[in-house]
């Protein structure tokens, strides 16, 4: 199609960024992608790879007559970045970001933002366990639902423009004019992280104790686990930090009802935890019908005679 | 290969009964398999699909001439099973079970076995979150560790024909003659499940406030515990009943250490998360050299053009 954008400046060169960098080039998306990122590491596997057109030593640099800034470094490294390109924007530029808690980010960034420059905060549903520049592709976003959640006063056709840029990478595009889905997220995916990271702990301290049995007889609960379990120590940390209450909030009811099944296994209380364990089966089929997932089962993964032989 | 057994006897049809009669039927490993299941749905299941040759109306005569009895139902029904068919196993036949819990599962069937019978406990790592008759396929145990755990005094060629069967079917066998693996089961598997069921139904609870904004946007971690959570109940229930201590000493561990990272981000502290969340990216690692898992992205599931279609 023809491009939605003359220069796209992408900040950040991880998972999230290479991959849109890949789509927009698929599809045609930009004339130019302009790449920063703080490590030259990255910098250099970003040429090397040919996602990015250039690179730039600063953000500052990076941003120069951009039409679309996308900030896509850990939460906590947005405020610096906003305070560093703000005076550089050219006007009528979009930003946008992809972090995972939209009210810390929108407070960090809008105060840098200058007059005539559009910021429109944004969040796609989408990752994989993996990171850095070499672990993008083009198809994370298909099927996958990307959050925008427009200011008020935000120019509707930067808005329609991002969006469409947004579908042409196979994204559903979702606008939350009411407000930032922090909640949402907090249990849908911030919690869940927490607690795949806090069991995988409890393992590795006990495999000091049954050696490397834990490992070797990994069961399907665990290895989820520990997939979810391996994503990026600096971005999960700064949305834990920034999604303060809400995964507060959240893990006050987790816990409270993990105490209430608890009890249940400690008093042989049987029907509750089956009642339990029934309920939660109907959520499951609730988001197969909304095609966030296939019905396929996914502990048999690796099964097939060529994959075990991969492995 | 020749046939390992003359007579195989499933008690119970569900997915891992399934999936051993395709694997066994695939590789020629019995000459005849006896179905039985207290469903008659699940046994005309069993008939219909024909990984069965033939169902039985009770457990007693599905056994009746059988070198090899598999007990593949819900631990808490294993008593109740091993009474019955107690009086009618045949001298030199080989019993065996797939239970996730082994100590529990020793103690409900041990007592029943006549003299000259074999009852040799064991466990495949293996599963989805499907359920029934209609769930198995040959290739489940590719791959997979299958525990057996054979009591003092049990004959080794029985032993060794149960363990070739396992192995024909694509597992990889280990056996366990120190002890019970409950404790490892408790953290690898047990647990693991506990708590995605209790993040589930804290979604759905929630579900009810933010409408169906939980099942719409549902992220990557929260999809693998959806369907973790998607497993059978009964079965569950029974795992947590009787593997009850072991699962509640994991429970106590794994609360504290969710209560130092809560504690942590109610303080700010990113560098105790920081720490923390690098830590578990090691443990992963260790699976996937342990080949029980591969590295390939899988957050990214069903993110091809067709996939998506499907969906």
Known sequence: MTALYNRVALIGLGLIASSMAHAMKAEGLADEIVGFAKSAESRAAALELGFVDR???????????????????????????????????????????????????????????????????????????????????????????WLLTPIAG?????????????EAMGAKVAEMVAGPPDLVLAVTSHTPHLIAYTMVGVADDLRRVTDSEVIQYSAAGFRDFTRIAASDPTMWRDVFLTNREATLDILGRFTEELFALQRAIRLGDGAHLHAYFTRTRAIRRGIIEAGQDTSAPDFGRGQTKDEVQET
């Not at 906590?76 to 009210?103: N, R």
């Not at 935000?154 to 947004?166: F, I, M, S, V």
């Open 154 to 166: 935000t120019d509707p056709e930067a808005t329609h423009r991002l969006r469409r840029r947004c």
């Open 55 to 145: 690179v730039t030593e600063t953000a500052a640099e990076a941003v120069h007559g951009a039409d679309l800034v996308m900030l896509a470094v850990p939460v906590g490294a947005m405020e610096a970045i906003a305070a560093e390109i703000g005076p550089h924007l050219a006007p009528g530029c979009t930003v946008s970001d992809v972090g995972s808690v939209k009210q810390a980010v929108i407070a960090a960034v809008q105060p840098h933002m200058p007059e005539g420059v559009w910021f429109i905060p944004g969040h796609p549903i989408a990752g994989t366990e993996h990171s850095g520049p070499r672990s993008g592709f083009a198809s994370l976003f298909r099927g996958r639902w």
